[in-house]
């Protein structure tokens, strides 16, 4: 003769306020670690705003992976830098050396930091172009 056993069902829910506290402290915990992160690369001048004092015709740079544009044209490393120094050394004002990069999405950061540092050391104050003019 078989006997049949009742199982009772055993759920258990863990209480509402042991997850709601282990939200909050994952919530701390991460807010502390970003606010302890140290800024990645290195603090660049950006051109004021005052439409004014902006330079009409600005010095237009472009930023490929296999190579360099200035104004334009296509022309090797050494070569830019002699003539972005030329270029910046023409101009009268502050407002005049600004120069306009437009970075390709596949340039390594790098690159992009050897060409801005370079820019910034030539004296150009440089901004960016978010779209081809």
Known sequence: MAVKLRR???LTEPPASA???IAFILIIFFLVCASIQEDDGRPQEIPNSDKE?????PIRVGLERDHIK????????????????T???QKVNEAEKT???RCGPTVPY??????TALIEDSGGTITLMRKVQ
């Open 19 to 21: 997850t709601s506290d």
């Open 99 to 101: 120069v306009a990069v």
């Open 70 to 85: 200035l104004n334009g044209e296509v022309m090797a490393m050494q070569v830019f830098e002699k003539k972005l120094a």
């Open 8 to 10: 009772q069902a055993l």
């Open 110 to 115: 790098g690159r992009w930091m050897e060409v």
């Open 53 to 57: 004092r902006q330079s009409k015709n």
């Open 87 to 89: 270029l910046l050394d």
